[in-house]
Each structure stands twice: as structure tokens, then as C-alpha cells.
């Protein structure tokens, strides 16, 4: 039981992820409405009113009154970005600053109208993208969007109200959205609607009798009520799944659904969208190829629903299979599917519906456990009903009148024939060069070789010669055995040269992505990186490349790359860079550009983008997956070349810092003996005496002064050794802190003279615990610190107390004080101020932070409020002291 209530640490870590990725990305708030009028903006507005009252940083960047006063009053006083005009067919257009908003950075931004649609010259198409790079620079956005705007509900609404749905938002941007409703009861609405609060009154007349009918706002009403509850449940669902207690939990939903050049692939798509919604579940858009070719609009009509499934959010799969049932649930197979998605049969003719059945039994009888749903998928309104197959490519007359020529050339070899050979042998002639043509040409030659080669051995060598008529059972039976055979093995050369060029297609994609990635695995450093990557790209897409690298504070491309980018092609790259999306051409982020640009991406950051200048209009699938994998390829070998660089700059280092540290011990140590002797010599002369007064006492105490310093010089070397080869470890034990302060005082007796050094040990001061050697050197290099950096005769104060069981040791002065851009690096080995006197060798601080750390504590320094400077060092005190012990 107790093993059973425990959450699952799978669906806790998603949500830590989640909540991490939420807390960087802004929040964005919807207000959601069934239809114009119902006060989305109003109810934005004043939303928007509280949090200013807050006292949240909020700016206006785009927010539509349409005139009415109530709307207008609540956007007084709030902080409005002026926005970007622009000029359209003679048409002034106002739209949102998006540059502006990001360079003011509010904490909170409100941007009306979601599902707009920007001016041309916008750096997006739509305004929804606009909103998501605001999001994605951490800044809050308000909104509001109308139900029949969003991409899986908008068959619906066009079936409820006739209107065709132009402007759509895709549903993934409201899957992290916070949704409010903003709901009227539908004869409200009418009301206002025939009030002129909606609309104009010539205007309001007609959406009256149209859009604005009860039974349509009724429907629209329920539909986003459902649309709320249904987001709403997303939230009740992540708390069960990571709760105690919460029981079983059922996360097999997996949806797929196939698509292809057809128009009602569409609508298809949306459904599928709308079921996994229902279920909360992820889905696949497959594609399978076969060896058919497309034409031009065939081939931009998949792109386009194949477009669309991504921004609804699936992971879109594209394969190879001549069978297309074979190819999905191969695909279903692989990925956990549990349902499969297909259209309704609605084909108008014999041949068609029989194709669309078989494609339907085959999926029936192979499927096993995966359930299949077959739902009506309806024709969008851009869709002509007499397009019967409208993604059929058109016939290739030229092969026809190849197949015709060669078959006008063997019946003539067949006549020739005739005249040493009986009837029957021309037949085999004719077999052999369907055969042959089935290598070069396409299917449908291919079948008229077939059967007008049979009815030309008929007319023309069969007996009766010139007719269509056959006297004799045998030449009957042979004829039909040959049309079978003809057609039959034709088909089956022709099918077998389809998939042998499918698989040279898979077999070139490949290849071309081995090479690429031996080419790159070779390369040891950036530059023969980019070479090898330039050079690919350019070869397998017969294209234009430029890498575009960052260098310090800016991006620039590398030298090697064959396209030259202007400043324009250079700001869309520097957009892919930062927001890590690819950007410009055959994309909807600034799509004006020339190029297509994919960020090098890894899990550590972007390491660069790649910039393709591509000759072809419209780029398929397979081939934008195979740039975008040699982007990915580029971009993990990119990074394994700085982690490389950056590890042997790091052996370097740490080399030299070695041989550093080892060299100033030997010096250190070297010098050790000199200045013993020299010390020794100077104390013996000082303590003699001359009676005939020739020996200066004077100069003996300089000699004794600067052997002193040189000995601190060597000792504090030392230390700084000790400290970076890790070998201090402070010998703790119970301390007076009274005995520390005193001991301290009398080794520097001579430093100090002359300087008014004050004591403040706070009374009954517990015994401390610490290394009485570590804490007397560090508590001496503060002091000395101060005697440096001090006017003569400056007053230094020492004190020592113990609060929150920590022993606080600090030592002040009223001198100058620190600079405030030197505190961070006040600490640092070998750091000296610009004013500090000469002589000295910036580790004393160094060395009484790595004492202090090394007791576990800190140290920190200030600027006391009446001057000079102030350095604070706390001690913890974990255990009690040995008389609290024993009382």
C-alpha cells in the first residue's frame, strides 16, 4: 500500500522540467470569447487596470477600441508603446512595435487580437508568432482570441456558420495559455449587436441574419465552453499524475493519422488534433511516399498539410512504401500507436471507391491491436468539387510517344520475321520490348505497351492477317495468355524499377548524411568543421552556404562559406541565434529572406547557424529533414570541438599552474635560508654591545625591517601553495579568544607602533573552536593590511564577539575606504590596488579568505558609514564550548 501511494518519478521529474522551462518562458493569459462583441478587450483592460494597481511594470502593446468610449477609458493610463506604420497598396497600416516592446522589456505586455494577421514587411506573418517571441524573452502577454480562430476548431465553426475561417492560431500556443471566458448569453449579444456596440448599424443588419443567429452563437458557446473544460481538465490531470494516493493511471493513447497530397487531408488533420485534446495524448502525421512523383501544386499541397500538422503540434514521420497500408502500420507498429485515423471513403466513381476499400480492408485485417477510426473528413471551402484527384500527376505524353515509336519499330523487325518464322514468334518479340520498356518508362506507358502491342500481333500477324478476328481456339488461348502476360509482367518490372529508385532516393539521403558525418568526424578543429559542412551542403543541394559563428558581442560568418550574407540575411540569422528556431526563407519567421537559416542547436546552447541560399521554390519534406540532420550533425561536432578546445586549455592551465605553484615552493623554500641567517646576524648585532659606539643601531634596525618583509613575502608564497595544492587542513581545537587577539597584537608590535590600535572583545565570550596558527596569520594580514593602506597614526578598532552561533572577528579603520568596482576582486591572488604603495604582493587577502574557507567560514568586506573600511570574518561555532559541557 505504502509503495503504491507513492507519485510516480516519472511524471514528477516532467513536471519539474515543465515548471522549470515555464518559470524562464513568459505566461500568457487568454481571454477567449465565443465571437466579436462579447468583451474580451474590455475584460483584458481591466485586468490589465489590477495589476497596475499592484504595482506591476505593464505596457500596452497593441490593443484595438474600435471607438467605444467604456474601452477607451480603461486604456487611459495605462503606459502605451507607440506602434509601427507601414504602407500597403497605398493603404497606411498600423501594427505592433515588436522591437520596442522587447527593447522596453515590461514585465507584463497586452497584444489584442491574437489571430491577426500582420503587414507585409512584419517580421512575422501572424501575430501569434509575434507574441511567442515575446514569451520566449520572458515577458507575461495578455490576449484575446475568438473560438472559431483556433486551427482544430475552425471546420467546426465553418460548419455551424457557413463562414470560411481565414486567420487560424495554432493550438500548441494555447497548451502552457492560461484561458479566461469571457461569456454572454447569446440574446445578450443580440442585444448589443443591434445597440451598435458591435458593429456599425449597416453592418450589424446583415451579421444579424447571417454569423450573429442565436443557433449559431448557441453552438459557438458551447463549443468554447468545451474548449475550457477541456483545457482546464490538463491541470486536474498533471496534479493526479504526480500525487500520492491517486491510483492507477492509463497513459497508452497514441493517434495517427495519414497524410497526404489531398485536400481533405486537411480537415483530417484537425480532427485528429481535436481527438488528441479529447485525450491527451501525443500523435503522429505520416506521410509514405511511393514511387509516384508529385507535380509543383500537388507537391506544395503536402507541404502545406504537412505544415500544418507540425504547427498543430504532431511529430510528423515521413517513409517509403509502395503499399500505403503497409507503410502506416509499419510506422504504428514503431511508435505505440493505438489508434489509426482515415477518411471516409467519399470517392465518386467505381474505380476510386474500390481503391479507397481495399486500402481500408487491408488496414482491418492487418492492424491487430491497434483500433482504427474512420471519420468523414469535410472539404474546406478553397476546394473544387470536380477536383476528383486533383494531386495526380498529369501524364507524360512524351513516354507515350516513346512507347508508341518502339513498338512502330518492332513491328516492322516482326514483319521481317514473318517471312522465316510462323505467326507465333512476333508475340515474343513484341513480350521482349514491353519488357525492355518497363526499365525506362513509367507505369501508364508501360500498360499501353502492353496492350497495343497485343492487338497489334493480332491485327497484324495473327491469322486472319488485318483483322481483329481469331479463327482458331489455340491463336485464342495464346492471344489472352499474352495480353495477361504482357500486362502483368510489365507491371511488375515497372513496380520493381519504382522501388529500386525509391530505394536509390533512401540510399542517396543516407549516404549523403555517412559521408557528411565521416567528413565532419575527421575534422579536428572549427575551421576544417565548416570547410567539410560548406563544402556537403553545397554538393548534395546544390546550394549556397554560409556559417554564421558568434564572435565576442556579435555574429559574423566564417571566411569558407560560399554565400555572402548582407546585413539583411545577417539580422534574420542573428534572430534564428537567439531565439533557437530556424528563420527566413520556406519558414513563417521572416520569410522575405533569401536564405533558409537553422540554428546550430545542442543541449548546451547554439553554437551557430547555418545559412543555405536553396535553388528550388518549394522545399520538400525529405530534403528540409536531411539539411535540418546536417545541421544537427554539424552543431554536436561544432560543440565536441569546444568542449575539446576548452579541455586541453584547461590541461594547459592547470599544467602551468602546477609548474607555477611547484616553482614558487622551491624559491620559496631557497630563500627560506638566507633569511634566516640574515635575521639571526641582524638579532646578534642588535644585542651586542660596542663600547666604543661604531656600530649604528639604526641601520641593524632597517636590516632587521626588510629581512621581516621578505620573510612575510616567503611565507605568504608559501601559504598561497599550501592553499592551491589543497593540503591545509586547519587542526582544530578550544581557544581563548582574548589569548588570539593578544598574541596576534605582540607579533606585530613593531608594525604597529605608532598606530592607536582599540580592542572591543565582548565580555564572557565563550571558548572558540579553530586553528589558533590559521586564525593568528589571517587576523595579522588584516591588520598589516590596514598599516598599508592607512595615513600614519590612523586608528585601527579589532573586535570579536559571537552571534547566531558563529565567533565574528573583524578589524576596521578610518582611512580612505574601498572602491566600490574593487570589492569583487578584493580577494583575488596578486590583486593590487591602483593606490596601494609599492611593495607589496596582493595575496595577504587571498590567503585570509583561503583560511577562513578552509574553517568552514567567510569573510567579507564593506565601507563603514563614517568612513574607511571594515573586514568581517565569521567563524561557525557547531559545538558547545568544554565548560558548558561539564555545567
Known amino acids: 500500500m505504502i509503495e503504491n501511494d507513492r507519485p510516480n518519478p516519472d511524471a514528477l521529474l516532467a513536471a519539474i522540467q515543465s515548471e522549470s522551462a515555464q518559470t524562464k518562458r513568459g505566461r500568457l493569459k487568454v481571454f477567449l470569447g465565443m465571437c466579436p462583441g462579447v468583451g474580451k478587450t474590455y475584460a483584458m483592460l481591466e485586468a490589465a487596470q489590477r495589476e497596475l494597481k499592484n504595482g506591476r511594470d505593464l505596457a500596452v502593446g497593441y490593443v484595438e477600441t474600435h471607438g467605444r468610449k467604456e474601452t477607451d477609458a480603461l486604456v ?134 447571417n454569423f450573429f443567429r442565436e443557433a449559431n452563437l448557441t453552438a459557438l458557446r458551447e463549443l468554447s465552453l468545451r474548449l475550457v473544460a477541456d483545457h482546464v481538465s490538463v491541470d486536474t490531470q498533471e496534479f493526479h499524475r504526480t500525487q500520492p494516493g ?198 501508364g506507358p508501360v500498360l499501353f505497351a502492353g496492350a497495343a502491342s497485343a492487338l497489334a500481333w493480332n491485327y497484324f500477324f495473327l491469322p486472319p492477317r ?74 548534395v543541394f546544390q546550394a549556397n552556404t554560409a556559417v554564421v559563428l558568434p564572435e565576442k558581442n556579435s555574429l559574423a560568418p566564417h571566411p569558407d562559406g560560399s554565400l555572402s550574407l548582407t546585413d539583411k540575411e545577417l539580422q534574420v540569422a542573428g534572430w534564428a541565434f537567439l531565439n533557437r528556431r530556424p528563420a527566413g526563407k520556406f519558414t513563417d519567421n521572416l520569410p522575405g529572406a533569401d536564405a533558409l537559416h537553422l540554428p546550430l542547436t545542442t543541449e548546451r546552447s547554439v553554437v551557430g547557424v547555418l545559412s543555405v541560399k536553396l535553388p528550388e521554390k518549394n522545399l520538400s519534406l525529405a530534403r528540409r529533414d536531411l539539411l535540418e540532420a546536417y545541421a544537427r550533425q554539424a552543431a554536436l561536432v561544432l560543440d565536441r570541438v569546444s568542449l575539446r578546445a576548452a579541455g586541453e586549455q584547461s590541461k594547459l592551465v592547470a599544467e602551468s599552474e602546477r609548474l607555477s605553484n611547484a616553482l614558487l615552493n622551491s624559491i620559496s623554500h631557497e630563500l627560506r635560508t638566507p633569511l634566516a641567517a640574515i635575521t639571526s646576524a641582524t638579532g646578534a648585532l642588535a644585542e651586542s654591545q660596542n663600547a666604543d659606539g661604531g656600530f649604528d643601531r639604526k641601520m641593524v634596525a632597517e636590516i632587521q625591517e626588510a629581512a621581516g618583509r621578505l620573510n612575510r613575502l616567503v611565507g605568504n608564497l608559501l601559504d598561497v601553495t599550501r592553499l592551491d595544492s589543497g593540503h591545509v587542513r586547519p587542526k582544530l581545537d578550544w581557544a581563548d579568544v582574548g589569548d588570539l587577539i593578544s598574541t596576534t597584537l605582540r607579533s606585530l608590535r613593531r608594525e604597529l607602533t605608532g598606530r592607536d590600535v582599540k580592542v572591543q572583545v565582548a565580555e564572557k565570550i565563550p571558548l572558540a573552536r579553530l586553528d589558533f596558527t590559521l586564525m593568528q596569520q589571517a587576523l595579522s594580514n588584516l591588520l598589516l593590511n590596514a598599516v598599508v593602506h592607512t595615513p600614519a597614526g590612523t586608528p585601527i578598532t579589532l573586535s570579536a564577539g559571537q552571534e547566531k552561533g558563529r565567533l565574528v572577528l573583524s578589524v576596521a579603520d578610518n582611512g580612505p575606504g574601498l572602491s566600490p568596482e574593487l570589492l569583487p576582486r578584493i580577494f583575488d591572488k596578486f590583486f593590487r590596488a591602483p593606490s596601494a604603495p609599492a611593495g607589496g604582493s596582493g595575496l595577504g587577502l587571498a590567503i585570509v579568505k583561503g583560511f577562513v574557507e578552509a574553517h568552514g567560514g567567510r569573510i567579507a568586506a564593506a565601507n563603514r558609514p563614517g568612513g574607511g573600511a571594515i573586514f568581517t570574518i565569521e567563524i561557525p561555532q557547531t559545538e558547545k564550548p568544554p565548560a558548558e559541557i561539564s555545567a
Not at 470560411?164 to 495554432?170: D, Q
Not at 512476333?426 to 507505369?443: D, E, M, N, S, T
Not at 481469331?470 to 510489365?490: H, K, M, N, R, W
Open 246 to 443: 491517486a491510483g492507477a493511471w492509463k497513459t497508452g493513447h497514441r493517434l495517427l493519422v495519414g497524410v497526404s497530397a489531398s485536400p481533405l487531408s486537411e480537415p483530417l488533420i484537425r480532427w485528429t488534433r481535436r481527438m488528441a485534446d479529447s485525450l491527451r495524448c501525443p500523435w503522429l502525421a505520416v506521410h509514405v511516399e511511393n514511387s509516384r512523383q508529385l507535380d509543383e501544386a500537388a507537391q506544395s499541397r503536402l507541404e502545406k498539410n504537412l505544415g500544418l500538422a507540425r504547427t498543430l503540434g504532431a511529430e510528423v514521420i515521413d517513409t517509403t512504401d509502395e503499399n500505403l497500408a503497409t507503410g502506416l502500420l509499419r510506422i504504428a507498429r514503431q511508435h505505440n500507436v493505438s489508434q489509426i485515423i482515415v477518411g471516409k471513403p467519399a470517392a465518386n466513381n467505381l474505380l476510386a471507391w474500390l481503391r479507397a476499400g481495399k486500402l481500408l480492408h487491408q488496414l482491418t485485417r492487418d492492424s491487430g491491436d491497434i483500433d482504427l477510426q474512420i471519420v468523414r473528413a469535410e472539404k474546406t471551402g478553397a476546394v473544387k468539387p470536380v477536383a476528383r484527384r486533383p494531386w495526380r500527376p498529369a501524364p507524360d505524353w512524351k513516354q507515350y510517344g516513346i512507347a508508341a515509336g518502339a513498338l512502330a519499330v518492332v513491328g516492322l523487325i516482326n514483319v521481317l520475321l514473318m517471312q522465316f518464322t510462323g505467326p507465333r514468334v512476333p508475340g515474343f518479340v513484341f513480350l521482349l520490348a514491353v519488357v525492355l520498356l518497363a526499365l525506362f518508362l513509367g507505369r
Open 466 to 539: 488485318f483483322t481483329l478476328i481469331i479463327t482458331s481456339t489455340e491463336d485464342a488461348i495464346l492471344f489472352g495468355l499474352y495480353f495477361v502476360v504482357a500486362i502483368v509482367l510489365g507491371q511488375l518490372v515497372a513496380r520493381i524499377r519504382a522501388q529500386e529508385l525509391a530505394e536509390r532516393r533512401r540510399e542517396e539521403r543516407a549516404m549523403a548524411l555517412y559521408q557528411l558525418t565521416r567528413e565532419l568526424a575527421q575534422a579536428g578543429t572549427r575551421d576544417e568543421v565548416i570547410w567539410q559542412l560548406v563544402g556537403e551542403v553545397d554538393r
Open 76 to 209: 487611459a493610463g495605462l503606459p502605451v508603446i507607440p506602434r509601427n506604420e507601414f504602407t500597403y497598396r497605398d493603404l497606411a497600416l498600423t501594427e505592433m512595435d515588436l522591437d520596442a516592446v522587447l527593447a522596453r522589456h515590461p514585465q507584463l505586455v497586452l497584444v489584442d487580437e491574437l489571430a491577426h494577421t500582420n503587414a507585409p514587411g512584419s517580421r512575422h506573418p501572424k501575430r501569434w508568432q509575434d507574441v511567442n517571441e515575446l514569451l520566449d524573452a520572458g515577458i507575461d502577454v495578455f490576449t484575446t482570441l475568438n473560438v472559431q480562430h483556433i486551427e482544430s476548431r475552425a471546420d467546426t465553426v465553418r460548419q455551424i456558420t457557413g463562414a470560411e475561417i481565414r486567420e487560424t492560431v495554432p493550438d500548441s500556443i494555447l497548451d502552457a495559455a492560461a484561458l479566461e471566458l469571457v461569456d454572454l448569453p447569446p440574446t445578450d449579444l443580440i442585444g448589443r449587436l443591434q445597440q451598435g456596440k458591435v458593429y456599425v448599424p449597416e453592418r450589424a443588419a446583415s451579421a444579424a441574419q
